[in-house]
């Protein structure tokens, strides 16, 4: 749900302690008493998370618009069968916003991985003092609020006073033409076109979330023994065999939970697309989750049946990657079972 | 070259690149910092100027007084603060009773409960916004921040419980049987011996809980209506809206929205870097 559900994964290791049969205590049977401890964290969890869910799919099933959701007297909502979900697959937004989806998320994970593993390598041939230094530093990228970071990115691309237009000028002019076809950049606007608004979002994105890669990978690295380097250093073994033969063989379970995250946060990013791209009237922009938005809260004629579809759709497509997540984890946890 | 120059050479080059890595992670914040104490002059030019000289604090005490929109930042900062403050501590304590049943006890449908977080946790909270919305409307906390209180609530537990049952786990149970044998009663027991071991475990969830809801957008954006009721990451992205132009304002509105995040976070850093991913190695 958030950025930090994956921390979760911190210390996991510890087992519970069983007891049994304990009867000391208070009045309360011992078989009872985790149960008392449950019930109010479960009736959060149901009510808040699990009915919604119940509702988000019966609602896509329904003609939900403002009649049916003010606060006195709501009109009873029509059941209209598949048709959200006909005009959900019928729509060239959908096509679009599929688009957008999986390419961002496929190219965000890619760099974010990519990027987050060097850096972490990086960070574990660092000495203590630059390693440290390194890491505060990209705590900040990652400490910074998801609308913060859009604003900031929206400025650092601003077409007149932004820093990147500044640098992209100072380019060659040969280069720069040779490159891009063009040598002035002043002016440049970066959130018009599709293209370079997602290019900006994958900048932006990549640079909130590498860090917690790089941090995850460090802590993995370090969890190796170092025999292990010395043994394939004596067999001559170079730095990308090592990598591919030991680094990456021990440290595979940490990446497919890194990967599953990043698809999961990526796929359904929002706050960051919805401030760069200025709200949803820029409909070519859509992603599935910024579309769902649209039509359920966008208009003045909400319709909140044709959201939940919409939702429904990026749900599934997310649990089926979940249950990848779920099984590595109940594989690695022994805690769990 | 000699084995000792070639070594030195490449840390020099390692070095290099742990610059280069640090400058583009910070850079962003900095310029976010710069803007913010820089005078319109200086924030509106082609050229690069590096350091806001003399730095102004106009942008700062205009969001301060004018405000942001038209209320002062202090309203909407108060606002999150209020929402996040509330949703940690109502979580907390559920949280707390829900990992010690977990870390503590085995019990029938222990592994679906933990299950359970796992799956609802995935689920994203963009879908749950509809449902959410009407129920909230339905049940009078629309344009409340009661409303996002509760709501904020169930979108830390899972994560909360999740996070927290390694800290009771790791509490040695001797200590409880020890007191248990000094004839406390179970509520003693988790309230003058589990409680204060636990404690900075809980402190730790909570300033997870807290980042969480205070950058929450969503839900904010959808559920608050009222602008005396925007939280920061509303108030922000109605500025953008409202002045898009005013970069010194913006930046100071998310400077003053980072600040808070920034120290916490550095405050549990250490307890990140150690523990985070402990677990999914050892697999």
């Not at chain 1, 998370?49 to 009873?76: D, T």
């Not at chain 1, 679009?96 to 998320?105: D, I, K």
Request: charged share 15%; glycine share 8%.
């Amino acid at each position: 749900m958030t950025q930090t559900s994956t921390l979760a994964r911190g210390g996991a290791g510890t087992s519970a302690p069983t007891r049994r049969g304990r009867t000391r205590g208070s009045g309360l049977s011992p078989k009872i008493v985790p149960y008392v401890l449950l019930l109010p964290g479960l009736l959060v969890i149901a009510v808040l998370l699990l009915y919604p869910m119940y509702q988000m799919v019966e609602m896509s099933f329904h003609k939900v618009g403002l009649r049916q959701i003010k606060a006195i007297n709501p009109a009873p909502a029509d059941f209209v069968g598949l048709d959200n979900y006909n005009s959900v697959l019928g729509s060239p937004l959908f096509w679009s916003s599929l688009r957008n989806t999986v390419v961002f998320a496929a190219v965000t994970v890619a760099l974010t991985l990519v990027l987050g593993t060097l850096v972490g390598l990086l960070l574990n041939r660092l000495g203590r003092k630059m390693s440290t230094f390194v890491v505060v530093g990209i705590m900040a990228a990652w400490a910074t609020p998801p609308t913060a970071q859009a604003v900031v990115w929206k400025w650092l691309f601003d077409s007149d006073s932004g820093v990147v237009n500044w640098l992209l000028n100072l380019l060659p002019d040969g280069l720069s033409r040779l490159l891009f076809g063009r040598s002035d950049w002043t002016g440049q606007p970066w959130f018009n076109d599709t293209y370079t608004l997602y290019f900006v979002l994958i900048v932006a994105v990549v640079w909130a979330s590498f860090p917690f890669i790089a941090v995850s990978v460090l802590a993995g690295l370090k969890s190796i023994p170092s025999e292990l380097y010395e043994a394939a250093k004596m067999d001559g073994s170079g730095a990308v065999t090592t990598f591919r033969r030991i680094t990456f063989p021990l440290l595979k379970p940490v990446f497919s939970v890194l990967v599953v995250l990043s698809i999961i946060w990526d796929f359904k990013v929002f706050t960051q697309l919805y401030l760069l791209a200025g709200g949803t009237t820029n409909r070519d922009a859509f992603n599935l989750s910024l579309w769902s938005y649209a039509e359920a809260f966008g208009g003045s004629a909400p319709k909140l049946g044709l959201g939940a579809a919409i939702a429904v759709v990026l749900t599934v497509i997310l649990l089926l990657i979940t249950l990848v997540y779920v099984r590595q984890i109940v594989k690695t946890e022994d805690d769990i079972r | 070259m000699n084995p000792l120059a070639r070594r030195k050479l490449v840390q020099i080059a390692l070095n290099a690149a742990g610059i280069a890595v640090f400058l583009f992670a910070v850079f962003p914040v900095y310029w976010m910092v710069a803007t913010a104490f820089k005078p319109n002059d200086q924030i509106f030019t082609t050229s690069f100027i590096p350091f806001p000289s003399p730095p102004s604090l106009d942008h700062v005490e205009r969001v301060f007084t004018k405000g942001v929109g038209d209320l002062p930042i202090w309203q909407y900062l108060l606002n999150s603060t209020i929402v996040a403050l509330s949703a940690v501590v109502l979580g907390a304590v559920f949280a707390l009773l829900a990992a010690t049943a977990v870390a503590r006890f085995r019990f029938r449908f222990r592994t679906s409960f933990l299950i359970l977080l796992l799956i609802v946790q995935m689920v994203p909270a963009e879908a749950l916004l509809i449902p959410l919305f009407t129920m909230v409307k339905r049940i009078g906390l629309y344009d409340q921040l009661l409303g996002l209180i509760v709501i904020n609530v169930g979108l830390t537990l899972p994560f909360s419980v999740w996070m927290l049952r390694t800290f009771v786990a790791a509490v040695p149970k001797e200590l409880e049987e020890a007191s248990w044998i000094d004839g406390a009663g179970r509520f003693t027991t988790f309230w003058r011996v589990l409680f204060p071991l636990v404690a900075p475990g809980l402190v730790a969830t909570s300033i997870f809980a807290f980042i969480t809801t205070w950058n929450e957008f969503v839900f904010a954006l959808t559920l608050i209506n009222d602008q005396g009721k925007y939280t920061m990451p509303v108030a922000l992205n109605y500025f953008v809206g409202q002045r898009s132009t005013d970069w010194g304002g913006i930046m100071a509105a998310s400077t003053l929205m980072t600040i808070p995040v920034l120290v916490f976070f550095l405050l549990v850093q250490r307890r990140m870097v150690s523990g985070l991913v402990a677990g999914a190695v050892k697999g």
